[in-house]
């Protein structure tokens, strides 16, 4: 199913994803409190995490290094890495990521959330993982944001190995991994609005 969905992302108009204006990087206290009550005010959140990858054997990652949450019309991006969490970040990420009251919906999470217990100490709850809740009954394997874009959407996502395997732990990020990051997150809960709606019909 995979190798087929890619042949066809050939041809398919390119997924336009989130623009750099509706991301925020929260970096400040006033940054976290616009956070926090924006994600507050959802029922269902975008989720994502993003690491410094590892390349020598035995090498034990120190990820995430950073957190990607997204509403409907903004992506949040907290970075956890070169230094630790303020306060007032580190409480943003509690409140939300432990509240039973908003969904957290991503691709592949079981390893974010892991990590994000080691790193942080904090238990996510309230979460789907649309690489199995979405597939199709048929399919055995998960459901990659790639494929699904294309099935539901039509469109193919770019996903650059190239940005996949930056240093995701820098102070400063580039464009291209802010958006990349970005629309991790947000892609994920408009996939999700779609499914539900698709499904409720």
Do not use: C
Not at 159 to 169: E, G, L, R, V
């Amino acid at each position: 199913m995979q190798t087929t969905v890619s042949a066809v992302e050939l041809v398919l108009p390119p997924y336009q994803g989130i623009a750099i204006a509706d991301v925020r990087m929260v970096r400040t206290d006033q940054d976290a409190a616009a956070a926090l009550a924006a994600l507050q005010a959802m029922d269902v959140v975008g989720f994502d995490t993003e690491s410094k990858p590892t390349f020598l054997k035995g090498e034990v990652s120190t990820g995430p290094h950073l957190v990607q949450l997204a509403t409907d019309s903004t992506a949040w991006l907290f970075q956890i890495g070169a230094q630790p969490p303020t306060d007032a970040i580190a409480h943003v990420l509690q409140v939300v990521l432990a509240s039973p009251a908003i969904l957290k919906v991503g691709f592949g999470l079981a390893d974010d959330v892991k990590r994000l217990r080691s790193k942080l100490g904090i238990d996510t709850v309230h979460v789907l993982d649309l690489a199995t809740a979405m597939k199709a009954k048929s399919e055995r394997n998960s459901l990659g944001a790639k494929t699904a874009v294309a099935r539901f959407f039509g469109q193919a996502l770019q996903k650059s190995k190239k940005i996949t395997t930056t240093n995701w732990a820098m102070t400063r990020l580039s464009e291209k991994q802010i958006l990349y990051a970005a629309d991790d997150a947000h892609v994920a809960l408009k996939l999700y609005r779609h499914w539900k709606l698709a499904t409720a019909r």
